[in-house]
């Protein structure tokens, strides 16, 4: 597996204000994901940080609202913009570890967001 | 386009009785299926992951799952819970690296 650390933990943030989220991974991994999970819901994936190119967006998700950037191939950030109460989520990142024929997402702890 | 159906949004159980998760998927190949953990305040943790092969998988913290393509199926079992086992479960099937979770399901474990 993979040690993943995210900052913040946990933030208070005012509604159109933006948090940037940091996620950090022990060793170098070729892919990284975004996740968020909205009060009492799973998990939905947000995007794909791509090193060196323009993160890859799901459906329903902007680069405008959450861009994202992947300067090397431990290191993520996730912005979360112009944040409205309803950007109240938990936003976990991941890192896909390959072994044999096995590839597996792991996750960071997550960073708990309030927006008031 | 997969998804995963876990029909039971809470659970609850005594300690030492026998726990059961279901989980149905929807796939048109061969599912790459996992189930995470993810206790109160804590991110998710891999309990146990089917990719080919035996369809018995074991995983940690005594927990195991069996695959069983003709239901569409992967549920998660353990044979006695303990109070550390309350958490929410997640099954999730991949699809080019991309995770498509379930609702999770709540277990709740009673003295």
């Known amino acids: 597996s993979a040690v993943i650390s995210q900052k913040p933990s946990r933030d208070i943030c005012q509604r159109g204000t933006s948090l940037t989220i940091q996620c950090q991974v022990d060793?170098?991994?070729?892919?990284m994901f975004w996740y968020r999970q909205q009060p009492g819901q799973s998990l939905t994936l947000i995007a794909t940080?791509?090193?060196?190119?323009?993160?890859?967006?799901e459906s329903g998700f902007v680069i405008d609202k959450f861009p994202i950037s992947r300067p090397n191939l431990t290191f993520s950030t996730l912005t979360v913009s112009n944040m409205s109460p309803e950007d109240s989520s938990i936003y976990l990142c991941?890192?896909?570890?390959?072994?044999?024929?096995?590839?597996?997402?792991?996750f960071g702890p997550g960073t708990r967001l309030t927006v008031l | 386009a997969q998804s995963v159906t876990q029909p039971d949004i809470h659970i609850t159980v005594s300690e030492g009785a026998s726990l059961e998760l279901r989980c149905n998927y929807s796939?048109?190949?061969?599912?790459?299926l996992f189930w995470y953990v993810q206790s109160p305040g804590q991110g998710l943790q891999l309990l146990l992951k089917?990719?080919?092969?035996?369809?018995l998988v074991q995983g940690i913290k005594g927990f195991e799952a069996e695959f069983k393509r003709s239901q569409s199926s992967f549920n998660l079992r353990k044979p006695s819970v303990h109070w550390s086992d309350a958490a929410e479960y997640f099954c999730?099937?991949?699809?080019?690296?991309?995770?498509?979770f379930g609702a999770g399901t709540t277990v709740t474990v009673r003295a």
């Open positions: 991941s890192v896909l570890l390959a072994g044999g024929a096995t590839d597996t997402q792991y």
């Open positions: 060793s170098q991994v070729t892919m």
């Open positions: 940080a791509n090193q060196g190119s323009e993160a890859t967006y």
């Open positions: 796939y048109g190949a061969t599912p790459y």
């Open positions: 089917y990719f080919s092969g035996d369809t």
């Open positions: 999730a099937v991949a699809d080019d690296y991309k995770l498509s």
